[in-house]
């Protein structure tokens, strides 16, 4: 699998290319910002370690641009900083980051992290020939289609990355269902997870921003507090009732 390495350490990078080259992978390196964007539109990686303080463009800035525009690939990024504070985590997480990793690190446990991210791509939030509808929404898993109806009637098959298909996927699988966090992230990663847990409110609010017609008031993705989430159709809430096929 190819991997992009954003760092403009050139001591740090080597380590982290020789590292992963000897592991198998195929690594690519960008020393900033601007160059890493272009980088990434030529390699579409499978995953980007990102260092958080490079010239150009920061870290942050390179991470939001790539989920606004993933390309064929919606990489896996693992954000690399020397800074641990919790503030820190959770910008990095907020801005669409996978993973975060904090320096000085073990090789040994960058493997670590960057095979348990890859591994999450072989994940499916369901069986496969499986279709889930609910009055609104439809997610076939054999075709990996999600679709939504709108109330003109028209049917707008939705832009989902893996994981927003495999997480949409798993609250139509058992609707008006309470999932805590920990819950989703051994559905959708398993043993495989490396991070916060705070990870999966991410993946939730980018999910919201396709599916809801006010994120701000989610009207399927339900928070519930102090647990986790759960998916309600608007007309399921009236009716008591969803399919699944």
């Given at each position: 699998?190819?991997?992009?390495?954003?760092?403009d350490?050139?001591?740090?990078?080597?380590?982290i290319?020789?590292t992963?080259?000897a592991?198998?992978f195929?690594?690519?390196?960008?020393n900033?910002?601007?160059?890493?964007?272009?980088?990434?539109?030529?390699?579409?990686?499978?995953?980007?370690?990102?260092?958080?303080?490079?010239?150009?463009?920061d870290?942050?800035?390179?991470?939001?641009?790539?989920?606004?525009?993933?390309?064929?690939?919606?990489?896996?990024?693992?954000m690399?900083?020397a800074?641990?504070?919790?503030?820190?985590?959770?910008?990095?997480?907020?801005?669409?980051?996978?993973d975060?990793?904090?320096?000085?690190?073990?090789?040994?446990e960058?493997?670590?992290r960057?095979?348990?991210?890859?591994?999450?791509?072989?994940?499916?939030?369901?069986q496969?020939?499986?279709?889930?509808?609910?009055?609104?929404?439809?997610?076939?898993?054999?075709?990996?289609?999600?679709?939504y109806?709108?109330?003109?009637?028209d049917?707008?098959?939705?832009?989902?990355?893996?994981?927003?298909?495999?997480?949409?996927?798993?609250?139509?699988?058992?609707?008006?269902r309470?999932?805590?966090r920990?819950?989703?992230?051994?559905?959708?990663?398993?043993?495989?997870?490396?991070?916060?847990?705070?990870?999966?409110?991410t993946?939730?609010?980018?999910?919201?921003?396709?599916?809801?017609?006010d994120?701000s008031?989610?009207?399927?993705?339900?928070?519930?507090?102090?647990?986790?989430?759960?998916?309600?159709?608007?007309?399921?809430?009236?009716?008591?009732?969803?399919?699944r096929?």
């Amino acid at each position: 699998m190819d991997i992009l390495i954003v760092e403009d350490e050139p001591e740090i990078a080597r380590l982290i290319q020789h590292t992963l080259e000897a592991e198998g992978f195929s690594c690519q390196i960008s020393n900033n910002g601007l160059a890493a964007l272009q980088k990434f539109q030529e390699l579409q990686p499978d995953l980007i370690i990102l260092d958080l303080m490079i010239p150009g463009l920061d870290g942050l800035e390179v991470c939001a641009r790539i989920r606004q525009k993933p390309g064929q690939k919606d990489p896996y990024i693992l954000m690399l900083t020397a800074k641990g504070e919790e503030l820190d985590r959770i910008i990095g997480l907020s801005t669409g980051a996978d993973d975060y990793f904090v320096k000085p690190f073990s090789p040994r446990e960058l493997v670590a992290r960057v095979r348990a991210l890859l591994r999450r791509s072989l994940r499916q939030g369901g069986q496969p020939n499986q279709v889930y509808q609910t009055p609104h929404f439809l997610v076939d898993l054999d075709q990996r289609i999600a679709s939504y109806q709108l109330e003109s009637g028209d049917t707008e098959t939705l832009d989902l990355t893996t994981l927003e298909f495999n997480l949409l996927s798993t609250f139509l699988s058992y609707p008006g269902r309470v999932w805590s966090r920990t819950q989703l992230i051994d559905k959708l990663w398993g043993d495989d997870f490396f991070g916060d847990e705070r990870v999966v409110d991410t993946h939730v609010a980018r999910l919201r921003k396709k599916i809801e017609p006010d994120p701000s008031h989610p009207t399927f993705i339900k928070t519930v507090t102090g647990v986790g989430y759960k998916f309600e159709d608007a007309v399921m809430r009236e009716q008591g009732t969803g399919n699944r096929e």
